[in-house]
């Protein structure tokens, strides 16, 4: 079945600690994003990529990186992860920028100890 | 005030009603409008997605869209304990991302 894979499920991390978190898809899609998902709260997008193309939202912090190495992978970096970072990371995807439509993984829970 | 309102309920409902699900917004631009269903410590699930002011149908389900009240609704029909979840509204205006609602989270009762 064509899907969104995120690993891992869950991730515990020391503060200052760097992590990374990745997604794969099988859809063939060529736009892949980024949210970040707080307990109670609406998913934040983060970045998003038409492609290679990057998109930083205004507000995304200077800690959040991404990576696109190809269209199946996109990486979420955290350079210093702080307390205020402990949420759900989830990836999605869409066919194009101007599609709607996206598919989200299940999402990585970080915990930030 | 916040572009997309949604209340977070919880809602409680008895198995077999009809459950209304509703959302604000603020941004006379959103054209596209999505509900997605999230199970605890999962990744949402479309839904629905409609475009534009009108009515979609699939199943039990039904999404409304009033674009002059700014304003959406999902109906779930002959509710059951299996569609207890939190349910995101979510909307765009283009190839500009998604806004997200709050969710609200729904208890169907046996």
């Known amino acids: 079945d064509a899907m969104v894979i995120q690993n891992p499920r869950y991730q515990v991390t020391q503060f200052g600690k760097p992590v990374t978190l990745s997604c794969s898809q099988t859809l063939n899609h060529n736009v892949m994003y980024w949210y970040q998902q707080k307990s109670s709260q609406a998913p934040k997008l983060l970045f998003h990529y038409y492609d290679k193309d990057f998109n930083n939202e205004a507000d995304t912090p200077d800690n959040f990186q991404s990576r696109r190495p190809n269209t199946s992978f996109c990486f979420l970096d955290i350079r210093s992860p702080g307390l205020g970072d402990a949420a759900m990371y989830l990836c999605?995807?869409?066919?194009?920028?101007?599609?709607?439509?996206?598919?989200f993984g299940p999402g990585t829970r970080l915990t930030v100890l | 005030q916040k572009e997309v309102e949604q209340d977070p309920g919880p809602l409680s409902v008895p198995e077999g009603a009809i459950v209304s699900l509703n959302c604000t917004y603020s941004n006379s631009a959103f054209q596209y409008f999505m509900w997605y269903r999230q199970y605890s410590r999962k990744g949402p699930e479309l839904l629905m997605y409609t475009y534009s002011s009108g009515n979609k149908e699939d199943g039990r389900f039904t999404a409304q869209v009033d674009k002059s009240s700014k304003y959406i609704s999902l109906f779930i029909r002959d509710s059951q304990p299996s569609d207890s979840a939190t349910y995101l509204c979510a909307m765009s205006g283009g190839a500009d991302g998604l806004t997200f609602g709050k969710g609200t989270h729904l208890i169907i009762q046996p």
């Open positions: 999605a995807t869409s066919r194009e920028a101007e599609d709607n439509e996206q598919f």
